[in-house]
């Protein structure tokens, strides 16, 4: 870990500078809330995809310390995709590419609510947090998040049995 803070901790600190555009103050303290966070997920695998996973975590804490709405309504594909990359369990749930991008498709078509809280649990989220910044209660995040994982597991299995039936 020592290592990976050592040769990424100023490339986070631009990379968060770039995107959030707040005061560089506001960008180190919400780097070292993503750094807090890095230490209470083991999941999150310390290279490339390690640091987008900081980025994006660290520019919604800088959002977040200045006030600014997080993009809740429209997660655009790449975040997607950084976040479910680092669920608990997604090794065991994504045994190759195909399984991947039924996943993807599957996340795609959730209810609005179940895909911003699963996000939101990627970055890195508590479920009370969640429901602080969706503005629900924690039992309506908790069934948001168990719902909207089956539903994603059965439309990916449903589209990979699809696609595995001769035409």
């Known amino acids: 870990m020592a290592a990976f803070y050592e040769r990424h901790a100023l490339q986070l ?13 506001t960008v180190e303290d919400a780097c070292q809330h993503a750094w807090m966070l890095l230490l209470r997920r083991p999941d999150v695998i310390l290279d490339e995809r390690g640091l987008t996973w900081l980025a994006v975590v660290a520019t919604h804490e ?3 310390a200045t006030g600014r709405e997080l993009p809740l ?3 655009p594909d790449p975040m997607l995709v950084a976040a479910t990359a680092h669920m608990p369990g997604v090794d065991e749930l994504l045994g190759d590419r195909e399984e991947l991008t039924a996943l993807m498709r599957a996340l795609a078509e959730l209810k609005p609510a179940e895909r911003t809280a699963l996000y ?3 970055l890195g989220y508590r479920y009370r947090e969640i429901a ?3 503005d629900a209660t924690y039992t309506a995040v908790n069934r948001r998040i168990t719902e909207g994982r089956a539903r994603a597991r059965r439309l990916a299995r449903d589209r990979q049995s699809e696609t595995a039936r001769p035409s």
Request: glycine share 4%; charged share 30%.
């Open 132 to 134: 602080d910044i969706t």
């Open 13 to 25: 600190t631009r990379r968060v500078a770039h995107r959030a555009r707040v005061p560089l103050q």
């Open 73 to 75: 309504d429209e997660l």
């Open 120 to 122: 939101l649990q990627g």
């Open 62 to 64: 800088a959002w977040r």
